[in-house]
């Protein structure tokens, strides 16, 4: 809800700090007294269009900012977090919109700037606005369907054909991927056969490239290798049996080893590992030696391999170990071809079968629409009379569309319609009413729609425009009625109006020399009473009027 509003330099407010609660709240004062810049504020903090000339008068600069309590999991922080902008973690979030003299403007979200676009998306998430020349939310048409939906509490319906529908769409994408892919495939058939056949008869393996690297290299410095092979062989064999040499040292140091008191004990086991690794060294040489192919024909074939995968690689524009796999998505594609597009067949039937279930579950949601449609006519209906409506009816339309404007949210168009006059023909609710009636249609709608608003605050300028008495009480009865649901700011010359405000504020104008500026005063209980009395008699308040407005209090 809106905590607080503080507005500085903004036509003939100077300085202002207006704090809020829940319920319902009262503006009153004058004609000309400055209610409607307050509004005006409170509409450049959520996004409206700026014009240089709402700074005061000799003022730089002007600015706005509105402080809402929200919810940890209200949507609003959720949008912030997806723009990257602070979303309070829990506490305030506070919108500031700076104008400047010459018509610039600037908007920040929790001291982080951001953009005007922006802005006004997080003010319709806050803040609806109701007045005798321009309101929103629910004269958007596109807000229709949902708000019928959360009216008849269909969010598993809903849930089911969002569901369907995209599984609908996907099967709708493999097919058409499949049918463009089988087109494509037959338009290349022959190419496609002759580069599988290619593939098929260089038959490449994953890591042969490597292997073959590997050997071609080895190939290469082959006579290198066995150049130091056969110097390192005559080195070892140059003194003879270094093995036997070594052995024989052994023997002669064990035959003496029990008179040397253990000292030649680690001499001779030296000895012993020599011997070992020797004739390991030289076993293990003469096996490395054997082993290297000197064939000049074995490093033509590995260099001929290796080239020719290599060529394939470049010529298909991949790494060579990925040939295997082209040559199996290719002979994949062929053999669709060879069975005639079986799976394009199988796709086809999977996407009517989707669509058949989507349409199933869209049909469920239209009955259940069109019913709640009823529920929702009924319970406006019963609103309209009261408010010097009772010539006027409403109406939603639930119409099927054509299948080019089926999505995730059915087969429907939502739309809320009036007539104000018997026999005259119904229209879209924003074409049809007339400013008062306006804001009243809008006043029935949200005492029935109160549990569902998207909104927790919501502004009514002049709701009571062209009533009184009765009517006006009636209107008074339901801004109470919708105030115990949600935030309700009210603009009214209505005494029955401001008789029901749990919070009242008195807007007036006040001079100094030649400066005039607007203020705005909390009213006590008993301040009430007298601005009540004064609304009810005019400029001079009587005891008649104060003993009506005590009344007006009371039963309010």
Do not use: C
């Amino acid at each position: 809800m809106l905590a607080s509003l503080a507005i500085r330099d903004i036509v003939l407010i100077e300085r202002l700090d207006l704090g809020f609660d829940p319920g319902l709240s009262v503006f009153t004062g004058e004609t000309g007294a400055g209610k409607s810049i307050l509004l005006d504020s409170l509409g450049l903090a959520l996004g409206a269009r700026a014009e240089s000339g709402l700074v005061r008068h000799g003022a730089a600069q002007g600015s706005v900012i509105a402080e809402f309590d929200l919810a940890a999991d209200h949507p609003v922080r959720t949008l912030l977090a997806e723009q990257d902008v602070d979303s309070g973690e829990g506490g305030p979030v506070l919108l500031r919109r700076v104008l400047t003299a010459d018509g610039r403007s600037r908007a920040y979200v929790n001291d982080q700037p951001v953009s005007i676009t922006l802005l006004r998306r997080i003010g319709a998430q806050l803040v609806e606005i109701h007045g005798q020349f321009e309101s929103h939310g629910l004269l958007d048409a596109s807000t229709h369907l949902g708000v019928l939906d959360a009216f008849a509490g269909l969010n598993t319906p809903r849930s089911a054909v969002a569901a369907a529908w995209d599984a609908w769409r996907a099967a709708r994408a493999a097919r058409a991927e499949a049918e463009t892919a089988l087109a494509q495939a037959r338009a290349e058939e022959e190419t496609l056969r002759a580069t599988v056949e290619d593939l098929t008869s260089l038959d490449p393996k994953p890591g042969e490239e490597a292997e073959l690297a590997r050997s071609r290299a080895m190939l290469m410095q082959g006579e290198k290798l066995i150049e130091a092979m056969n110097t390192a062989q005559t080195a070892l064999n140059r003194s003879g049996d270094v093995e036997g040499s070594l052995r024989n040292a052994r023997r002669a140091l064990e035959r003496v080893a029990d008179r040397a008191d253990g000292r030649l004990d680690p001499v001779i086991a030296a000895l012993d590992r020599a011997a070992i690794e020797a004739a390991e060294a030289i076993g293990q040489l003469e096996r490395v030696s054997a082993g290297i192919d000197l064939d000049p024909r074995r490093l033509e074939k590995v260099e001929e391999r290796l080239f020719a995968l290599r060529a394939a690689a470049r010529r298909h524009a991949i790494a060579v170990d990925d040939l295997a796999a082209l040559r199996q998505r290719l002979t994949r594609r062929l053999e669709q071809l060879d069975d005639g597009g079986g799976d394009l067949a199988r796709l086809a039937r999977a996407e009517e079968a989707a669509r058949a279930a989507y349409v199933e579950a869209a049909r469920t949601l239209s009955k259940a629409r069109t019913k709640a449609a009823r529920s929702l006519d009924k319970a406006v209906a019963a609103e309209l009379p009261p408010l010097k409506l009772d010539k006027a009816t409403f109406h939603t339309v639930v119409e099927p569309q054509d299948d080019a404007q089926w999505g995730p949210d059915g087969l429907d168009a939502v739309g809320f319609e009036v007539a104000t006059n018997p026999g005259s023909p119904p229209g879209p609710l924003g074409r049809i009413a007339s400013g008062g009636e306006l804001a009243r249609f809008m006043l029935a709608l949200k005492v029935v729609l109160a549990r569902i608003s998207p909104t927790a605050t919501i502004v009514f300028d002049e709701v009571d425009a062209g009533i009184g008495g009765a009517v006006a009480a009636a209107v008074g009865e339901r801004l109470g009625r919708l105030a115990a649901e949600l935030q309700v700011l009210v603009v009214t010359h209505s005494p029955q109006v401001a008789a029901r405000g749990a919070h009242h504020y008195r807007v007036a104008k006040r001079s100094s020399g030649s400066t005039t500026v607007t203020g705005v005063d909390t009213l006590s209980p008993e301040a009430r009473r007298e601005e009540i009395a004064r609304m009810l008699a005019g400029e001079t308040i009587t005891d008649q009027a104060r003993a009506a407005a005590d009344s007006l209090m009371t039963n309010g």
